[in-house]
Every structure is written in structure tokens, then in C-alpha cells.
């Protein structure tokens, strides 16, 4: 019987409320700038020596900008991403820097999942009069342990062409389009060339699965469990070379079965309301909350979402991992425990 | 200085108006069912022996549907597509065959894509009071030669499930998401597994590459000149195994740039006018025309579109090619001859 | 129940002794030198119009050289193939041409296998006073039907340093240690860097097999039948991106299970004798015996090998097709018919 | 200008005669066994907090074996190696496991190199009168981060047939005949199938390419510098998915080019000796000696062999990386600090 030694990292809750709410202090104290960079707050788990790791492999914290704040330009091998899970206002200026920067302005929206991959040039503007929030992922503790971060300073700002963008970035609209890949790309960098998952889409996507399984068709993961993974559009492999997305919708009162796999996940509830279990540790969640899975801990979610606090009905939840990085080095098991 | 024989198959054109004239004609005299499979009239070019190939590998037909007629039921290993130039209301059921069969149903417009990989079940079904008529490409020539060919019978008759349809087919709703693959589907078969490319998503991905052209960034192949392949969502490589599909955009008073490749090709005039340049023939072409480029003949197109002559205002081309044979086996050589 | 057309090429064999004596006699009238380039006996398969096609895709002759005599240098997009059925004394000379010229100069003797993938050049040198045969196998005919081949002439004579050669080629001296790759080669062209596959590593390897399985032990295809695949070091694919080269040995009264497959094969008996069937053909054959196993026609051999008639004691079969093309292109089936 | 920080892990060296002597040392003392598993000194670099760890993914140990004494059956995720500096007469018997076992023993001498994918059963036992050392390489570290580690008892006690040993493995019987595949195998396992590389080919090979050199063609790394990798000969792939293993021949008086790669390496000296440059530290070394270079420090090695201390009459070094993680993860990085 094969032994698998218990995971360092603890299965560990943060409720978006209070993260929320030590962001916005430090909204009022911290400035963002050169040097410091992003105003963020990471999730640290317990049992991680203090160290700001949500896992041994990923990097999972609240940004928050004031309105009419910049958060300067720069680059890093780390790759990474942002999900929105509330407000609006936000872009993010990617690939620009150099005196006729003319960066790609990519609008952040509730729902929006945006991956940016290592060595691009990013900076964020609050295009609003209000504070704005929203999840960045990145693979820091992972390329920590292997010691393979570089880091740049870019430009500390932005031109002001950057700051007014049409709706879609220019991402979306050579690579947003179904099955169809523009002739004039050639060779593409490592991580997907679409900056941005609009949640237009993914809601689509996901009401599409269930209504085919109430059809009496496949198209879910099993019963009342639509899923979407977010891939490259280029070669349909995963968003970035280190880190899996995804999204996954649980009507209510349906039960997803409990699962382990070697990796960690993070996720966040979206939408509506469950109670999640996680190895021996079990959650009533809501809107916001992020919790960790640790490698080989079983997870199971059990919806209890509807209209009243759900704007689709079900429950929905964000999730990334290092699943890529298993994939790739043929380290990935899976097991159902029910 | 290396030598190229001269491709056997010649340059060659049809005159849409003419194939419709056929097809309508075989429409009245010969009956689709059991045995004749289908009613298409193949182009056969002059070079290459009284065989009905366009080129040495690739087939082109057009294919003609009566009022409330059904194509039976059958599958081959050829890989096929069908392309629409003009008409609707037939449906391509996919999928199907056995006593509860029940197929994926997908409508079929102008402009519409439908990739269908080799041993897939496939009938068609005319829904409407008119005679549907469109393009059936495949690689009859090359499987001819490799002795690949494999076939089989299905249903005589669809059943009336599959005669009624959603808007859009399942295929669709699975995997017509851009960026969002469904985590329900493990392997997957050879070839796309999104059985339409919808002619509205093609027609905005062009328009933005020409917008973007525009606004001074990239995103065209050369100025004016906008073009898309159709992809496989799951992978990103071409929809079929040995045949790649495009569509082009060239704005009126563009020339695209004289190109010659190893492999040959099929284009159809979707929509608009103008003067194409093939080897040492050339023509003025319109809506619906087809003709060949055959390995290493130069091939270019001059725009001569308008808003009175075509829907985008420009010249809309469709092509398909073996392409991906060549690249498969590394074969491929470019060169633009101007 | 599928239907797959009775190949249009059919089972047909060649006599060693009637190519040898019409090689034999070629090389006392045709003179080989620019413009001829190669004096070569093709074997053409009856079914196939005339042209000089062993099967729809392969190309096998038998060349012959005089003593002294030099084929000239060229290349081409066709990929090749040498194997010595008998004989030893020549060199052929790869990758040379212009002033400065040094190709590798690769020995060929009984057994050995030598693969020329596309667009090298290549001469040929008989060092000895006697003349000499051997089989090469091309993928002319397929690369005639996609029109994808270029040719090349290149020096009319090689260097003196090219007529001097050590035992092993220099491919074989960076790439012939099993399982250790030369840190100094980067980028690969396709097809294998190894240009010679020794006989006596051939041998070795099926000995091997047969030990292993006498041991009690895996290792043979199945009892009494082992089977090596030549392939390309750098990566493990086939040694030619359209041909796959195997070599076979069948221990004496072993027979091997019928099998056919999608895909056309020329065997050679490099050793012993044996009674082949193919189709509903039969055949008894022995040393340089020459055979075609069309698409789909189920094969097999029943030894009748012996220590007066083989050297291994057992049957030794080369085998080429056109496999890789199927695989890459996924119309690879295969079936046991017994 | 980007950025690198520091690596954490530190440029060290461990003289081989103290090892060994630590080994011998616990030979006495530590018995193996059930439990223990093995007797192994392993290196620990000095900056990793006191883990056993030379970098922050490698793991390297010294592991001793008394006359006559088995190490125990077991297996795990961890892909492990086994490179013999000095000694023989230890068998790794690989493969086996339950009532009918029958592993496939491997013999270890000087210079061999024996990589052992995960989750395969070993066992090793001492048919000889004499202590034999030798090295450890794993990827420990990495999945201890990952948490992808898993563990599994064997047999306390091989069989007696699989004391007695051919003088090579089945594997090599298989897998160690240059570009020949056996057509018996199918799916291979991650890792290498090839279980053993004799010094002899690696000898051979790093030979030849200097005598490539010698004659005025390329085959070296750069001037006086061979190298090999050993490779995965079914698809030429690194040997272990996480681990890379390479030997490097240097001739007297040649100084290498000082590299900076992400990833770390550990070396250890096979035979010569020479002075070896890490970032800020130089070390004279000599046979048996390890040192570790962390990620993004300099390395270069100046030979000082000779006939008197080397019997291939140059400086022979033994590497293994954890390049290939970051090759699968497109984070490799290389430069050249001259």
C-alpha cells in the first residue's frame, strides 16, 4: 500500500471580508510606487514557516488600487494572473515600456480571469473614482524554490494613450474569436496570447453544459457539475506553463465527489453559497472566500446556492493550481475516495 | 539552383454559375439514397486524367439537396468539410447511427464551416421548401493513393429527433467558447471537435484584424489583407488531419503578395470580386467561382470588391488546402515570389 | 462492416538473380555520369500503370556500380535509403559540395542500412576492383503525387580526401554510442544523424531478443520472431519522416501471425529462406529475393531457415514502408487476421 | 537590466575521501535493513537550513554497501540514479517484486551510469567479498516541495536467481544497441527503459569527438572540450523526466567557458583533476570530489590532467541537473559570462 506522507501545507480558510477589509487599510497607508511596486495582500498558509505561500507552489493575494492610482510598470519571470471577483475600472497595460510604449489596455470586469505570463511588461490603472480589488495568482513560491526569478523596472508611468482603451483589448480581438487563430502570428511566447477571459463567455460555457446534461446529453463532469478549464488558444494547452485555471458550477444541492490529486489548488467562491471539505476540515463559504486544497487532501463542494444569492443560480468557484507543472514531469495521480 | 517539375495538375477555374446549373439539373434526374450516397458534382482537373480530383490530393464537389430530401447515413476515413456559399436550412447530423441514435444536428449557412473528420457518422437533411446547394471538400485523392480508404453504411433514415434542431449543434455548446475547453472531455478523436465554425464569428475576426490594421498595430498579413485559420479548440492544429481551412479578407485596391508553396490548394470566392493571378493564368473572378493552385505555382489576388458587390465591402476568400500533410512529413517550403 | 477496396497495387516478387543480371548488364552498356545519375534497375509493381513503382508510395531499385566508378553528387527532396544485400567497397559521400567540399564518407557492407534523409547531398564511390550492388528505397512515387520534390545537382566529381575514408563514418562516430547524444549538435534536421546502421549491431540486437526469450523472458514479437526498428537518435522516430526500416528474424519452423495493415511494404530476404504469403499469394524465397505487401493484404512467413543457408541460422527479413506517413497523419490501422 | 537574486543555495565542495571515509565509517556501525532502507551519507549544502539537500532540488549521497549485505526492496516516486566512481560487484536488481519476482539485476562498475525512473522496485545486494561506494542522485528535494512523494515497501529479500547475474541487464539487451528499437515494446514508462550505461560507450563516444576535433571537424562542445548526454533511447529525451545526467572529457590545459544557467547542478570528478571556478569560489579537485553550482552562478573548469592521474589521459566530470524541469517549464536560461 503505497504511502504518501501528509502534506505540509494545511487546508487553510480566508474569508473575503476581511481580506477585503485589511486591503482597504492599507489602501489608506501604503502608497504604490516604484519600489514598492503593488499593494497586495498575500495569503500565507499556516503551517508554511511564515513565509507568504498560499501552497509550497503558489502565490495567492488581494491587490487593491485607489482611484486614479497607478501601479507601475514592470516584468518577471514569475507568471501570473488576475480574476475579478467584484468592481470594475481596472486596466491592465501589458507589453508596453520604451518611449513609444504602446502597451495592450485590457479592461478587468467581475468575472474576468486575465493571465499574464513571465516576462511581460505590466502595469495597472484605476480608471474610476473608486477603489478596486481583485485576486492575483502567481507561481513565486514555485520559481523561489527553483531559483529561477529575473525581475525588471519598467517605465514608472504609463503614457496617456494607455489610459483610455476601447472595450476589448487588442488580445481579445486576434485571438477572442472561436476556433479561429490569426495567419500574421507566428511563433508564440510561452503562456496563452489571450489576456483576457471575458465572463461573459465562461458564464456561457457553463450554461451550456448543463442545459445540455438536462437534455439527457454528457457536456458536465458528472451530475449538476459543469467545469471549464481556460486554455491557450494557440495550442489549447493550459493558460500558463505553470498554472492551471479553472472554473466549475454546482447546481444546488448537488455534491461534487471527493477527489485527491497530487498538486495544490486555490480557490474562491465566485458566486452563491457551499459547504466545502477539505481532507478533515469542512467550511460553510460565501461570495469571495478563498480557501487552499494541499496536495493528496480529498476536496468535495456541496452547493447550497440559488437565486437569492447567486446571480446564476448555482454555485460558482474559481480555481488555480501548479497542475501544469505534474502534467509536464509526469508527477500527476489522481484518485476519487468515494 | 534546384529544380521543381512542373505540377502535373494545371491552374484551373468554375464558374459558380455554371456547377449551380449542373446541380440543379442532376437534382431533377438523379435521386439521392442507398448506394449513390450523395448527389455532388466534382471538379476534375483538366491535368489529371479524367479523374474527378481538383488537384493530386484534394476532392471538391458540390453538393445538392431537394426539398425535404436526406442524404443517408454512412462514414468513410476521407476527412470532409462542408462550406456554404449561399442557401440554408440543411442540417448535417453527426454522430448518430444504431437504434437510439441521436446525432448532433448542425444547421448549415451562408458562410458557415463544418469540419468532419474521417470515420464520423454524417447524413444530411434538407428542413426546407428550397433546394440547398454547397461545398463538400475532402482527401478522397490522397487517401485514393495512400490506400487508407475505408467504408461503411449507416441508418437509411435519420430519425425525426434529429430532424428537429437547436440553433446551434452540441459541438458547439461544448467547445464554441473561445479559450474554454470542457473538462468533461478526455481524449479526443482526430480532427476539431467543434463540428461548425459559425460564418458571424469568421466575419468579426476579420473586420478586427482590419480595424486593428487601422489603428496602426498588427494583426493583418500584409496591409489589407486580413486572414483566419480555422483551428481545433482542443490543440490548436488545423480541423483536420490532412486538410487545412482558411478564410481571407483583401480590401478593395489590395494585391496580395505572389506566393508560391509546396502543396496544392482550392479557393471559393465568398463574397465580392477580383483578379487572381495563378502561375501563368489569370482571371476576373466573382462570387461562388472556384479554382485550383496547384504545388508551386505563384498565387496572388488583386481586390476588386465594393460595397455593391460584397456584404463586408471587400473581397472574401475561402481556401483549403493539404497543408498538413506537408508540415506533418516537413515538406513545406514557402517563397514569396515578388 | 467496414468495406476497404482491394489495393491497386498487388502482391508482386522480384528475383534476386534476375535484378542482379539485369544490373549486371546495365552496367556493361549505360554509362552512369551527369545527367543519368544513378544506373538503377526499378522495380515496378504490374498493377501500377507502368511507371517504375514498387508500391503507391515506394520506390526500390537495385544500383550498380563499377569498379573505379563515381556517381555523381545531387540532392533532392526525396528521402532514401541504401541496404547491401551483398557485397562490400563503396562509400557513399554525404554532405559535401562547393570548393571546400569534405563530406562524410560512409563504407557500406553486407548488412548495413544507411538512411539519406531529403535535400543532402550525396555521391557515390566504388573503391574497389569489383563492382557492386545494393537496394535503395526512395519515397519518389509518394513525393511525385504531392509534388514536394526539388532536385539539386551538385559536383561532378568528389574530392580526393572523400575517396579515403576511416571504418566508421563521422555521423557514426558522434551518434553510434547507444544511448549518449553529442552535446555539441543542436538543431537536427529531419531524418536520423546516424548514416549507418552497422550489420553488426543489427545482429546483435535480434540475437539478443531471441536469448531473452529462450531465457524465459520478453523481448520477441512473439515466439521465435524478433524484430528491431531503425530509428533516429536524437529523438526515437522513424530514421526517414515518410519511411520506416525494420529488420526481422524468424527462427527456423516459426512462423508469424498474419497482420495487415493500412500502408504499402517492400521485404527483402537479407538471409535463410522461408515460404511468405501475401494476399492469396504465395511465394518460396531466398537471399535478395525482393516483395511487395500492398495496403491491407494480410502478411506472413513461415521459415525454413537453416545453418547451411543462413548465416544467423535463422530467416533475416529487411523491411521498408511508408508507416510514418500514416502515423503522423493518424490513419494507421492494423489487424491480426488469424 | 534584469535582475537575478542570489541563490540561496551556496557554491560547495565535499572531498571524496571524507565521504568515503564517513561511509566506511557507518559501514561499521549502521546496519540496513528493513526500515533504514539504505546507508547513505548524503550531501548537505551548507546555506539549505540543515536539510539534507545539495541544492534546492538534487539530492546526492554516498551509499555504502558491506561484503555480502542487500539493500531492501522498495520503491517511490522520487526518479533516482546510480553513478560508480570507484568499486564493482554490486548488483541493482530492478523490476522485481512479490512470489514469482524476477528483477532484472544490473552490475555496477566504474564509470557506469544507472538511472531508475520512479515507482520502479530496487533492491541492490553486494555479491562480493569487498565494501563498494557509490552515488545517489534524486530528485528528493524537488518533490518534497511538490509533495508529489510517494512510498512503498518490497520484498525484504530478493530471490537467488536474482543474485546471479549476466553480465549485462535485459535492459541493455533491449535497449543498448545504437538507433535500434525493440518492435516488442510498446508503451514505455516515464524515464529510461535503458537501466544501465557502460563506461565503456561513454568512454568511446567522448573519444571520438575529440578525435572529430583532432581532424579538423566539429563534435566538441567548444576547443578540447567533449560531452555526452545520456539519453532515453525511445524518444531521446533526458534519462529521468526531472533530472538530467551529462559527462564532460577536457583535455589538459583546457579551460571551459564559464556558463550561467538557471537550475542547479552537482559535479563530482571521475578521473583527473583541475581547477574548477563557481561564482566566487575555485577549488582544486580531484577524482571522487563533488561540488555543487547553484542556479545562475558562473561555472568553468580548468583541466590539469594527465597521464599520471587520469587513464583517459584528460579531466573526466560527471554532472547531473534538474534542467529538465526547467526545460518543460520553458524556464531555462543560458549565458555565457566571457
Same mark, same amino acid.
Given at each position: 500500500m ?7 501545507a494545511?487546508p ?6 476581511n481580506?477585503l477589509r485589511?486591503a ?6 501604503v502608497?504604490v510606487g516604484?519600489?514598492?511596486e503593488r499593494r497586495?495582500?498575500?495569503?500565507a498558509?499556516p503551517?508554511?514557516?511564515g513565509r507568504p505561500?498560499?501552497?509550497p ?5 488581494i491587490q487593491?488600487? +485607489?482611484?486614479g492610482?497607478?501601479?507601475? /510598470?514592470?516584468r ?6 488576475r480574476?475579478v ?10 507589453g508596453g515600456?520604451?518611449d513609444?510604449?504602446?502597451?495592450d489596455?485590457v479592461?478587468m470586469?467581475r468575472?474576468?480571469f486575465?493571465p499574464?505570463?513571465g516576462?511581460n511588461?505590466?502595469a495597472?490603472?484605476n480608471?474610476t ?5 481583485w485576486?492575483?495568482g502567481?507561481?513565486?513560491?514555485f520559481?523561489?524554490v +527553483?531559483e529561477?526569478q ?10 496617456d494613450a494607455e489610459?483610455i482603451t476601447p472595450q476589448?483589448s487588442r488580445?481579445?480581438?486576434l ?5 479561429l487563430?490569426?495567419?500574421s ?8 496570447p489571450?489576456?483576457a477571459?471575458?465572463w461573459e463567455n465562461?458564464d456561457a460555457a ?6 445540455l446534461e438536462?437534455?439527457?446529453y454528457g457536456g458536465t463532469?458528472e451530475p449538476?457539475?459543469a467545469?471549464?478549464?481556460f486554455?491557450n ?8 506553463p505553470?498554472?492551471?485555471a479553472e ?8 455534491e ?7 498538486g495544490?489548488s ?13 481532507g478533515d476540515k469542512?467550511?460553510s ?5 478563498l480557501?487552499v ?9 456541496r ?7 447567486s446571480d ?6 474559481f480555481?488555480?493550481s501548479?497542475a501544469p507543472v505534474? /502534467?509536464?514531469?509526469q508527477?500527476?495521480?489522481q484518485?476519487i475516495?468515494r
Amino acid at each position: 500500500m503505497p504511502a504518501h506522507p501528509r502534506s505540509r501545507a494545511v487546508p487553510h480558510l480566508w474569508r473575503w471580508e476581511n481580506l477585503l477589509r485589511l486591503a482597504a487599510q492599507a489602501g489608506d497607508i501604503v502608497p504604490v510606487g516604484r519600489g514598492g511596486e503593488r499593494r497586495a495582500i498575500a495569503l500565507a498558509n499556516p503551517a508554511l514557516g511564515g513565509r507568504p505561500f498560499a501552497t509550497p507552489t503558489l502565490w495567492a493575494a488581494i491587490q487593491y488600487l +485607489m482611484p486614479g492610482e497607478d501601479a507601475p /510598470e514592470h516584468r518577471h519571470t514569475q507568471h501570473a494572473f488576475r480574476f475579478v471577483v467584484e468592481g470594475s475600472g481596472v486596466w491592465t497595460v501589458v507589453g508596453g515600456t520604451g518611449d513609444t510604449a504602446d502597451g495592450d489596455a485590457v479592461p478587468m470586469r467581475r468575472g474576468d480571469f486575465l493571465p499574464q505570463a513571465g516576462w511581460n511588461w505590466h502595469a495597472h490603472h484605476n480608471a474610476t473614482a473608486e477603489p478596486m480589488a481583485w485576486i492575483d495568482g502567481l507561481d513565486i513560491p514555485f520559481q523561489y524554490v +527553483m531559483e529561477s526569478q529575473f525581475f525588471e523596472f519598467g517605465r514608472a508611468e504609463i503614457s496617456d494613450a494607455e489610459r483610455i482603451t476601447p472595450q476589448r483589448s487588442r488580445s481579445e480581438r486576434l485571438w477572442g474569436h472561436p476556433g479561429l487563430r490569426p495567419l500574421s502570428v507566428g511563433a508564440v511566447a510561452p503562456g496563452s496570447p489571450l489576456l483576457a477571459y471575458k465572463w461573459e463567455n465562461t458564464d456561457a460555457a457553463l450554461n451550456d453544459q448543463l442545459l445540455l446534461e438536462k437534455e439527457g446529453y454528457g457536456g458536465t463532469v458528472e451530475p449538476g457539475h459543469a467545469a471549464v478549464r481556460f486554455s491557450n488558444p494557440h495550442d489549447g494547452t493550459d493558460v500558463l506553463p505553470t498554472m492551471r485555471a479553472e472554473f466549475h458550477r454546482v447546481t444546488r444541492g448537488s455534491e461534487t465527489a471527493p477527489v485527491r490529486e497530487t498538486g495544490s489548488s486555490v480557490y474562491q467562491v465566485f458566486d452563491g453559497s457551499d459547504t466545502v471539505t477539505v481532507g478533515d476540515k469542512s467550511w460553510s463559504v460565501t461570495r469571495g472566500d478563498l480557501f487552499v486544497v494541499p496536495s493528496w487532501e480529498p476536496f468535495s463542494a456541496r452547493s447550497e446556492a440559488g437565486d437569492t444569492d447567486s446571480d446564476s443560480g448555482a454555485l460558482d468557484l474559481f480555481r488555480f493550481s501548479d497542475a501544469p507543472v505534474f /502534467e509536464a514531469l509526469q508527477l500527476d495521480r489522481q484518485e476519487i475516495t468515494r
